[in-house]
């Protein structure tokens, strides 16, 4: 049974900083593409950052966030990072992370196209 839980969400100041943290069980981590994606209230999910499989080394982010955020995998913990700084309310939303199956160069940034889901973790900027 594959399961993928986020850590690390919480209430921060503008311009402060978060790590969340995605821990995977039930899958071959390593052969796996991962993305963190958010969802604001009211708005529809959206793609933040992705990392391929194993160690291609690619990574691919939102514009908003470049410069800002940075995506990270340990394969040897199954986990995958997103380090957040100098953050902004806009950034306000749940975020989840999520693991796509296929191996592909291509990190993909749309919902439906990866396989699992975490259950996410809220993160939330004051002005």
């Known amino acids: 049974q594959v399961q993928l839980v986020e850590s690390g969400g919480g209430l921060v100041q503008g311009g402060g900083s978060l790590r969340l943290s995605c821990a995977a069980s039930?899958?071959?981590?390593?052969?796996?593409?991962m993305g963190w994606f958010r969802q604001a209230p009211g708005k529809e999910r959206e793609f933040v950052a992705g990392i391929s499989w194993r160690s291609a080394g690619l990574t691919k982010y939102t514009d908003s966030v470049k410069g800002r955020f940075t995506i990270s995998r340990d394969n040897a913990k199954n986990t995958v990072y997103l380090q957040m700084n100098s953050l902004q309310p806009s950034d306000t939303a749940v975020y989840y992370c999520?693991?796509?199956?296929?191996?592909?160069?291509?990190?993909?940034?749309?919902?439906?196209?990866?396989?699992?889901w975490g259950q996410g973790t809220q993160v939330t900027v004051s002005p």
């Open positions: 999520a693991a796509d199956r296929k191996v592909s160069a291509v990190i993909k940034i749309v919902p439906s196209l990866y396989d699992y």
């Open positions: 039930g899958l071959a981590f390593s052969s796996y593409a």
